[in-house]
T-cell receptor, first 115, second 112 residues
Framework: NAGVTQTPKFQVLKTGQSMTLQCAQDMNHEYMSWYRQDPGMGLRLIHY???????DQGEVPNGYNVSRSTTEDFPLRLLSAAPSQTSVYFC??????????????FGPGTRLTVL | GDSVTQMEGPVTLSEEAFLTINCTYT??????LFWYVQYPGEGLQLLLKATKADDKGSNKGFEATYRKETTSFHLEKGSVQVSDSAVYFCALKETNAGKSTFGDGTTLTVKP
């Protein structure tokens, strides 16, 4: 199993540009999440999904969109990039509670810089 | 809402010292509790977990006990190594919530 994969690993954008961060998992997990990590601020939840076709907002959703058309994929779209979105983005997935793998499995991250 | 409070860092220890990183939580239900570790340039990975009160999670010499009465899940290791230098995150996950709540992380540096 590849686990959770994210592309790209690094990205530089200009203010106002849009882009999609890709996330895929091959563990048949129902739950998927997107976080951003900024120095001194831990992990902040952007959006999450409890299954295909179902998404919800997290703590810092403004400026980001998500969709979940399949169990495997959970892309994050930046609509109009701003310097405040410079961060490291992590995608994570987990199995349902009551099963053996209710912990989150994280991807390697995407390091985004907005100029 | 749910919240996790971690001991502020950074923490610097000498090799073979005893480690404690405090973690307390606030939750409405009966969450699972986790410790994750992040090495430089990498994503988080699970270190240990506990799914119900009084459970003890353990891995690689680290351990933590789910204390419902004190709403705590403190991380301990009896003898740290240089290779334990990393950022440690405490987290909780409510049943069927589909998302986790993380503490701010504690940076541990172990010196030879």
């Amino acid at each position: 199993n590849a686990g959770v994969t994210q592309t790209p690993k690094f990205q530089v954008l200009k203010t106002g540009q849009s882009m999609t961060l890709q996330c895929a998992q091959d563990m048949n997990h129902e739950y998927m999440s997107w976080y951003r990590q900024d120095p001194g601020m831990g992990l902040r939840l952007i959006h999450y999904s409890v299954g295909a076709g179902i998404t919800d907002q997290g703590e810092v959703p403004n400026g980001y969109n998500v969709s979940r058309s399949t169990t495997e994929d959970f892309p994050l779209r930046l609509l109009s990039a701003a310097p405040s979105q410079t961060s490291v983005y992590f995608c994570a997935s987990s199995g349902v509670d009551g099963g053996p793998y209710n912990e989150q499995f994280f991807g390697p991250g995407t390091r985004l810089t907005v100029l | 809402g749910d919240s996790v409070t971690q001991m502020e860092g950074p923490v610097t220890l000498s090799e073979e010292a005893f480690l404690t990183i405090n973690c307390t939580y606030t939750a409405t239900g009966y969450p699972s509790l986790f410790w994750y570790v992040q090495y430089p340039g990498e994503g988080l990975q699970l270190l240990l977990k506990a799914t119900k009160a009084d459970d003890k999670g353990s891995n690689k010499g680290f351990e933590a006990t789910y204390r419902k009465e004190t709403t705590s899940f403190h991380l301990e290791k009896g003898s740290v190594q240089v290779s334990d230098s990393a950022v440690y995150f405490c987290a909780l996950k409510e049943t069927n919530a589909g998302k986790s709540t993380f503490g701010d992380g504690t940076t541990l540096t172990v010196k030879p």
